[in-house]
């Protein structure tokens, strides 16, 4: 039966295969050539984050968009000040590390099939709110690569897929927060995540970026033994 196959326990891989999906993870996120193509799946992770809060919180979720510059754009309505509304904004940078560091949970318990469609089960979830066309294109693809994996391959092979994306989640997880102030520091990106927040806090940037550097690099560091198994 498919229950009993989805909430059981799988071998866990051999440390090279941890280390071994650790690494390409960290050749995706490192060279610019190759971030600039998969830093699209981040922002799957980062609108989905705000999407998610702002429907737990009780907002009224519009729609989403993913864009081919990895930017994108999540829509709500709902009041324009308070809590759901800063819960709402601070969940972009702070969703792609928190989902790897409950992926690498999954992972750290043997749940490896679990974590595969609790990923699909969201990206479809996700599809239902896009809004434009190749944002469609980008979640129908990355819900394929989750739910072939899942059904057709190996046991060894989805360890290594779900493996390879946890370790994608936490490392490429970092990154983005640090462009951001890059960006910031030469004029652009005058309505980033950060600058919201501070407008609605009355909190400076600074202080949400040090969350959000915070949120990746403590998921970075906890999920990273969980998956080393330390």
């Known amino acids: 039966m498919v229950t009993p196959e989805v909430f059981g326990t799988q071998p866990a891989p051999e ?10 993870a960290l050749v995706a996120v490192v060279p610019h050539a190759l971030w600039r193509l998969s830093r699209n799946a981040i922002t799957i992770a980062h609108e989905g984050g705000h999407g998610l809060i702002a429907l737990v919180t009780g907002r009224r979720l519009q729609g989403i968009r993913l864009h081919s510059d990895t930017s994108g754009l999540t829509v709500s309505r709902g009041k324009p000040t308070g809590l759901g509304m800063i819960l709402t904004a601070a969940a972009g940078y702070t969703a792609p590390p928190l989902l790897g560091l409950g992926g690498a949970w999954l992972l750290a318990a043997h749940r490896i099939t679990l974590l595969l469609w609790v990923a699909t089960a969201l990206l479809i979830a996700m599809l239902v709110m896009i809004r434009n066309l190749y944002g469609a294109l980008t979640v129908i693809l990355t819900g394929a690569a989750f739910l072939l994996v899942s059904w057709l391959t190996e046991p060894a092979v989805q360890a290594a897929f779900a493996y390879a994306a946890v370790w994608f989640l936490l490392l490429g997880g970092v990154r983005p927060a640090f462009e951001l102030q890059a960006k910031r520091r030469h004029g652009g990106a005058p309505d980033s995540d950060a600058d919201q927040l501070a407008r609605l806090t009355h909190v400076p940037p600074a202080m949400w970026f ?10 970075l560091i906890g999920g990273g033994r969980w998956l080393l198994g330390l």
């Open 15 to 24: 440390q090279w295969l941890v280390i071994v999906t650790a690494a390409l």
């Open 210 to 219: 040090f969350l959000f550097h915070a949120v990746s690099l403590c998921s």
